[in-house]
């Protein structure tokens, strides 16, 4: 059984970078033919794709994120860290860690997610 646990600040200030960790268990971030996402949900709104390293180490980030964002892994800790610099309250949601397939981009395990609040 995979299981994703979030990792971070709950409470960032305006301009600040946002960086939360996402550690894996149950499985290897280097298995073949998967993806490691981000995905947060604003209060109110729908899941938003932020972005995601492969297998591999390869990253992908949807372009609305795309300039200030930054996804990275520590193989040796079977971890996966988001950072999104330059925060403002609209970065304010709930974010959450899931595996994802690559042949069907479905995500299959997901973290319980973590609220983070962008507020001075």
């Known amino acids: 059984q995979v299981q994703l646990q979030e990792s971070g600040p709950g409470l960032v200030k305006p301009s600040q970078t946002l960086s939360l960790t996402c550690t894996v268990s149950?499985?290897?971030?280097?298995?073949?033919?998967?993806?490691w996402s981000w995905i947060r949900q604003p209060p109110g709104e729908g899941l938003e794709w932020v972005g995601a390293i492969t297998y591999s180490g390869s990253t992908y980030y949807s372009p609305s994120f795309k300039s200030r964002t930054s996804i990275s892994r520590d193989t040796s800790k079977n971890q996966f860290t988001l950072q999104l610099s330059s925060v403002t309250p609209e970065d304010t949601a709930v974010y959450y860690c899931a595996r994802c397939i690559q042949s069907s981009d479905r995500c299959d395990y997901w973290g319980q997610g973590t609220q983070v609040t962008v507020s001075s």
């Open positions: 149950g499985g290897s971030i280097t298995t073949n033919s998967y993806y």
